[in-house]
């Protein structure tokens, strides 16, 4: 099992920043890989972006320049950084992990926090 904890959401004014946290309750070393999603008011769930232990950050085309993943691998956390937050950036985040089992993988989420982009 993968326990998965959240944090630093909140509100933020257009134009501003917010690092979330992700809080695994294993190793790094030991998932697969780890990622950020998000879901918009009324829309399906995205991806944001992907990092493993060993590999830099990767984020979606159309965030990058703007938002960044990375890794503690010593305090088994991911961090998300967004700069540059517009309203469309609202969406509750999730952390999301993939443990391999066998032949396949496990998934894991988190229980999500909110962001809010608004003046």
């Known amino acids: 099992q993968v326990q998965l904890v959240e944090s630093g959401g909140g509100l933020v004014q257009p134009g501003g920043s917010l690092r979330l946290s992700c809080a695994a309750s294993r190793s790094i070393f030991t998932l697969y890989q780890l990622a950020w999603y998000r879901q918009p008011p009324g829309k399906q769930r995205e991806l944001v972006g992907t990092i493993t232990s060993d590999s830099p950050g990767n984020v979606v085309d159309s965030l990058k320049g703007r938002f960044t993943i990375s890794t503690d691998n010593f305090k088994n956390t991911v961090y998300l950084q967004m700069n540059s937050l517009q309203p469309e950036d609202t969406a509750v985040y999730y952390c999301?992990?993939?443990?391999?089992?066998?032949?396949?993988?496990?998934?894991?989420w988190g229980q999500g926090t909110q962001v809010t982009v608004s003046s």
């Open positions: 999301h992990a993939l443990r391999v089992r066998g032949v396949g993988f496990d998934n894991y």
